[in-house]
């Protein structure tokens, strides 16, 4: 019997020659197999962040100049990066004007700023563009490697959004009927599908930001109800913590919803929704070794242990005074300024006077959200880190975080604070204390 397999392939991937190899022999065997296969992918690692980073420098200098010498850059990366998969003379040309064409659409749209300022809308538009060049290249890469392909462009496939677009999300009642029939006239071919760009009712360009290819494949499991979805990876497991700073971590070979979606380095909450709803299981597996995977699913580890470290560097805690605190109206006001300026906090807690919010420094409109909050009450910004412990609720395990962070940090900025259904316990440290706090908890509470 076919089953159908969603595979996930991110930045890092589809940039390295030799991960596309493997990338190619996974489709292989599973094609072989009898399987119907999807394909999720990123744009090229890095190459989005760039985008984004000159798409704010275009608009604070409001140079033409910069937007040639841009498509310029990316025009070379992706034919660097083409010349090195691709051996059919043909192709590389044919691609080659493929790209040009989508870089003379972007010169336009980046033109478009300078002259109108309307910038959410253009500049998701503008990040869509990297998408696109990354589905060309893995469709004449399969081609040339004799797998048929074809390659969905977001109109095509049919998945509307809200207008949200800088953070989109997907409308499942909107989008499912033309999604699971344009997916299923397509049965003896890989289906190729952007990460995380889809349009708007009014057939605007809008992305779902980071993760967006998570969602995008977790959600078409759900449309098709699919066998199996393969997020994979250029790691082996995943990690009880970031091996990059911690010393001696372990694999995971199990994760439940909950966990995963706590810990922020697995997969992100609107994708985990998806797999919720429908009770469907999902490998984070290793390129280089498909039986290598950690499962995410809804089993429950009834263990008191401490399972996974994650933490989010470069963020501000936010510490709001005022005397209104607690009259009417207030707490909603400070709400609707984060709303309005489309920021999200990752933390919040408050006393009778006091509010304290941690956030991302990444966001746009941060210096809008300060003078903004300054109107209305007393504020105070530290830079710091956030640290999160991933477990099953245990009071006393609380009060053992809290005993090791008093012993190791000299300005703890906020205490634990456990509460009930929640897998998470959330410390704000400073940035110079992170790594030590992470390698002290591992050692405590993983470790031991």
Same mark, same amino acid.
């Given at each position: 019997?076919?089953?159908?397999?969603?595979?996930?392939?991110?930045?890092?991937?589809?940039?390295?020659?030799?991960?596309?190899?493997?990338?190619?022999?996974?489709?292989?065997?599973?094609?072989?197999?009898?399987?119907?296969?999807?394909?999720?992918?990123?744009?090229?690692? @890095?190459?989005?962040?760039?985008?984004?980073?000159?798409?704010?420098?275009?608009?604070? $200098?409001?140079?033409?100049?910069?937007?040639?010498?841009?498509? %310029?850059?990316? +025009?070379?990366?992706?034919?660097?990066?083409?010349?090195?998969?691709?051996?059919?003379?043909?192709?590389?040309?044919?691609?080659?004007?493929?790209?040009?064409?989508?870089?003379?659409?972007?010169?336009?749209?980046?033109?478009?700023?300078?002259?109108?300022?309307?910038?959410?809308?253009?500049?998701?538009?503008?990040?869509?563009?990297?998408?696109?060049?990354?589905?060309?290249?893995? @469709?004449?890469?399969?081609?040339?490697?004799?797998?048929?392909?074809?390659? +969905?462009?977001?109109?095509?496939?049919?998945?509307?959004?809200?207008?949200?677009?800088? %953070?989109?999300?997907?409308?499942?009642?909107?989008?499912? #009927?033309?999604?699971?029939?344009?997916?299923?006239?397509?049965?003896?071919?890989?289906?190729?599908?952007?990460?995380? *760009?889809?349009?708007?009712?009014?057939?605007?360009? *809008?992305?779902?930001?980071?993760?967006?290819?998570?969602?995008?494949?977790?959600?078409?499991?759900?449309?098709?109800?699919? %066998?199996?979805?393969?997020?994979?990876?250029?790691?082996?497991?995943?990690? *009880?913590?970031?091996?990059?700073?911690?010393?001696?971590?372990?694999?995971?070979?199990?994760?439940?919803?909950?966990?995963?979606?706590?810990?922020?380095?697995?997969?992100?909450?609107?994708?985990?929704?998806?797999?919720?709803?429908?009770?469907?299981?999902? #490998?984070?597996? +290793?390129?280089?070794? @498909?039986?290598?995977?950690?499962?995410?699913?809804?089993?429950?580890?009834?263990?008191?242990?401490?399972?996974?470290?994650?933490?989010?560097?470069?963020?501000?805690?936010?510490? !709001?005074? $005022?005397?209104?605190?607690?009259?009417?109206?207030?707490?909603?006001?400070?709400?609707? !300024?984060?709303?309005?300026?489309?920021?999200?906090? $990752?933390?919040?807690?408050? *006393?009778? %006077?006091?509010?304290?919010?941690?956030?991302?420094?990444?966001?746009?409109?941060?210096? @809008?959200?300060?003078?903004?909050?300054?109107?209305?009450?007393?504020?105070?910004?530290?830079?710091?880190?956030? !640290?999160?412990?991933?477990?099953?609720?245990?009071?006393?395990?609380?009060?053992?975080?809290?005993?090791?962070?008093?012993?190791?940090?000299?300005?703890?900025?906020?205490?634990?604070?456990?509460?009930?259904?929640?897998?998470?316990?959330?410390?704000?440290?400073?940035?110079?204390?992170?790594?030590?706090?992470?390698?002290?908890?591992?050692?405590?509470?993983?470790?031991?």
């Amino acid at each position: 019997m076919e089953k159908v397999i969603i595979n996930k392939f991110g930045g890092e991937i589809m940039w390295t020659p030799e991960l596309n190899k493997l990338l190619l022999n996974h489709i292989k065997e599973q094609k072989n197999s009898g399987n119907k296969i999807i394909v999720v992918c990123s744009a090229l690692t @890095k190459v989005t962040d760039t985008l984004i980073n000159w798409v704010d420098e275009i608009v604070k $200098s409001n140079s033409i100049k910069k937007i040639d010498i841009l498509c %310029d850059n990316l +025009f070379e990366i992706h034919i660097n990066h083409i010349k090195k998969i691709l051996n059919n003379k043909k192709n590389i040309l044919k691609l080659e004007e493929i790209i040009s064409g989508e870089l003379k659409q972007l010169k336009d749209s980046l033109k478009f700023i300078l002259d109108f300022w309307y910038v959410d809308f253009v500049t998701s538009k503008i990040i869509s563009f990297w998408e696109k060049l990354s589905t060309h290249i893995i @469709k004449f890469y399969l081609e040339e490697n004799n797998i048929e392909a074809k390659r +969905f462009t977001w109109e095509e496939l049919g998945i509307i959004t809200d207008n949200n677009y800088g %953070d989109a999300n997907i409308n499942y009642d909107l989008s499912k #009927e033309k999604v699971k029939k344009n997916l299923e006239n397509n049965k003896n071919i890989v289906n190729i599908i952007a990460w995380f *760009t889809w349009i708007d009712n009014f057939w605007r360009t *809008t992305i779902l930001w980071r993760w967006g290819t998570d969602t995008t494949a977790c959600f078409i499991w759900s449309v098709l109800k699919a %066998d199996k979805v393969i997020l994979w990876k250029n790691v082996e497991w995943v990690l *009880t913590s970031d091996p990059r700073i911690v010393e001696n971590t372990n694999t995971i070979k199990i994760l439940d919803y909950d966990e995963a979606e706590e810990s922020w380095k697995v997969v992100c909450n609107k994708a985990i929704t998806y797999l919720k709803n429908h009770n469907s299981p999902m #490998e984070v597996a +290793f390129i280089k070794n @498909k039986n290598i995977f950690t499962k995410v699913c809804n089993k429950k580890d009834l263990s008191k242990k401490v399972k996974l470290l994650s933490y989010k560097k470069d963020c501000s805690l936010l510490k !709001i005074k $005022s005397e209104r605190m607690t009259k009417s109206g207030f707490l909603y006001n400070i709400s609707a !300024i984060f709303e309005e300026l489309n920021i999200n906090m $990752s933390f919040i807690r408050n *006393t009778r %006077d006091t509010m304290y919010i941690s956030i991302d420094n990444n966001q746009k409109n941060l210096e @809008k959200l300060f003078q903004n909050l300054e109107k209305i009450c007393s504020l105070e910004k530290n830079n710091c880190s956030m !640290i999160n412990i991933i477990w099953n609720l245990n009071w006393d395990l609380a009060m053992e975080v809290n005993l090791q962070l008093k012993k190791i940090s000299k300005n703890l900025q906020i205490w634990v604070f456990p509460h009930e259904n929640c897998s998470r316990l959330e410390a704000i440290v400073d940035n110079n204390e992170l790594e030590k706090i992470l390698n002290h908890f591992h050692q405590i509470f993983i470790n031991t």
